[in-house]
């Protein structure tokens, strides 16, 4: 499963580089506002950081001007992938740029039959947001399984993009049902590494290895 880094803070991304684990990045309007850069500048700084698919969305509600803000930010690097939402326009003009060859990601998935129009419309990416539906009294993961099922029925290659994730169970459970990658806040990638034993374990077997006297080097 490809790990992508769920963040417009380029220094949270650089920290993250060295462990070699990170295959991309996704942003939004809100975490764009949230790190009070200019989208066009931490789009390149991320995309100059990770040769991964880097998304960055369109906010406009009109065709035209969606298609000229996705083919806008497109032009930024090779490896930016255009996000849009999934409404009526926003599935027309992600038909047009995976027409032009633009990779794209559909976001706000919140029905496995939103994610069947969006694989027909050529997206590269389908983000069903786990967490926001489990807030809502939803199963997220029922949501995942299913689009799983419906892409394998008809041989869809949208790769399904889980998102809006908050724990490291989210990721396992994505994981086993199937999705082609997951985007994570710092904070759950960082989580992914964490069991109490193996601290526990290491902290034994650094105790024992001091008695030892002895030095690897
Ligand atoms: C997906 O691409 C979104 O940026 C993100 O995963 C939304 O997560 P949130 O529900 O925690 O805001």
């Known amino acids: 499963m490809k790990i992508f880094i769920d963040t417009a803070e380029v220094e949270q991304i650089k920290l993250l580089v060295p462990t070699g684990l990170i295959?991309?990045?996704?942003?939004?309007?809100s975490l764009i506002a949230k790190s009070g850069r200019k989208i066009g500048e931490a789009i390149v700084e991320m995309c100059a950081l990770i040769p991964g698919p880097i998304s960055a969305e369109a906010v406009a509600s009109d065709y035209d001007t969606l298609l000229a803000e996705g083919r806008f930010l497109a032009k930024i690097a090779p490896n930016v992938v255009v996000k849009l939402p999934l409404t009526p326009v926003g599935l027309r003009v992600c038909k047009t740029l995976s027409d032009e060859g633009t990779p794209v990601n559909v976001t706000l998935c919140f029905s496995a039959v939103q994610a069947l129009l969006a694989a027909k419309s050529g997206a590269t990416y389908i983000s069903p947001f786990i967490g926001r539906l489990d807030d809502?009294?939803?199963?997220?993961m029922e949501l995942i399984r299913d689009i799983r099922l419906i892409y394998d029925n008809y041989g869809f290659e949208t790769q399904i993009l889980a998102a809006s994730a908050r724990?490291?169970?989210?990721?396992?459970?994505?994981?086993?049902?199937?999705a082609d990658c997951a985007t994570l806040p710092p904070a759950v990638f960082n989580a992914l590494y964490k069991h109490v034993l193996t601290d526990l374990g290491l902290d034994a077997f650094m105790k024992d290895w001091i008695t030892t006297g002895q030095s690897i080097l």
Do not use: C, K
């Not at 295959?23 to 309007?29: E, Q």
């Not at 809502?136 to 997220?140: I, K, T, V």
């Not at 724990?167 to 199937?178: C, F």
């Open 167 to 178: 724990t490291a169970l989210h990721v396992r459970d994505a994981a086993l049902a199937g």
């Open 136 to 140: 809502n009294g939803s199963d997220g």
């Open 23 to 29: 295959d991309g990045v996704t942003t939004n309007p």
